[in-house]
């Protein structure tokens, strides 16, 4: 992320919001009005937040003139996911499992959608590696053996200030209200990417915690000023 004198090759500005693991057109409509720059809908069918196709297409036609709708998979073929991203009219694809470069760009022709590519770290290898996918977004997650995403566990912040380079940076894993603003002054992402971290239960948001991480995102763009 950073470039030659520490800092990062893009501009952060304000740092942005994806809530992630989006089920009810409700929740969507509260994520908008707390200032999303993006959701995520899951269509991994092992995710207690899977987001059934009905439900996906009922929230992108409501919101995506207004926030990004990502379509997040974990090992999809590419018929799948052309086919969602069709009926569920996304605008974005996360890629969640251990899909190559050439298939994040084959996604991307296949689609027309943008493309994030994410990946659970371990250790600053798993960050080297990122340098191969010439996605249009980079996103670092918690390792966590046998769960893709989702977990609610933290990884080591330090850690991915070894990610350099043009693209964007997302920072996911473990982000709740009491822990994003140290992660965004530690990290410098382009985004923040929240699920577990605001919820009342598995796939049902919490108003008050998904305003209130907005409100300390928000919060660490008038402490830069």
């Given at each position: 992320m950073p470039g030659a004198d520490g800092q990062p090759a893009y501009d952060v500005g304000v740092t942005k919001i994806k809530f992630c693991g989006i089920t009810r057109l409700q929740d969507a409509e509260l994520a908008v009005s707390a200032g999303a720059w993006a959701i995520g809908l899951i269509f991994w069918a092992g995710s207690p937040r899977r987001c059934s196709l009905e439900a996906a297409a009922e929230i992108a036609t409501a919101v995506k003139r207004r926030v990004?709708?990502?379509?997040?998979?974990?090992?999809?073929?590419?018929?799948?996911?052309?086919?969602?991203?069709?009926?569920?009219?996304?605008?974005?694809?996360?890629?969640?499992?251990?899909?190559?470069?050439?298939?994040?760009?084959?996604?991307?022709?296949?689609?027309?959608?943008?493309?994030?590519?994410?990946?659970?770290?371990?250790?600053?290898?798993?960050?080297?590696?990122?340098?191969?996918?010439?996605?249009?977004?980079?996103?670092?997650?918690?390792?966590?053996?046998?769960?893709?995403?989702?977990?609610?566990?933290?990884?080591?912040?330090?850690?991915?200030?070894?990610?350099?380079?043009?693209?964007?940076?997302?920072?996911?894993?473990?982000?709740?209200?009491?822990?994003?603003?140290?992660?965004?002054?530690a990290v410098r992402p382009y985004a923040v990417d929240v699920a577990s971290g605001v919820e009342a239960e598995p796939g049902v948001k919490g108003p008050e915690k998904l305003e209130a991480f907005a409100a300390a995102v928000r919060s660490t763009a008038m402490a830069a000023r």
């Open positions: 990004e709708v990502v379509g997040v998979f974990v090992n999809p073929t590419l018929d799948e996911v052309a086919a969602r991203a069709e009926e569920a009219g996304l605008t974005m694809i996360q890629l969640h499992g251990d899909e190559g470069p050439s298939f994040c760009a084959e996604v991307a022709r296949r689609t027309g959608c943008k493309v994030i590519k994410a990946v659970r770290v371990r250790s600053g290898a798993d960050i080297q590696a990122m340098s191969a996918f010439h996605t249009d977004y980079h996103l670092l997650d918690s390792y966590v053996p046998g769960v893709p995403g989702g977990t609610g566990a933290t990884f080591s912040w330090e850690l991915a200030r070894a990610h350099h380079g043009p693209l964007p940076l997302i920072l996911s894993g473990g982000l709740t209200p009491e822990n994003v603003s140290n992660a965004i002054a």
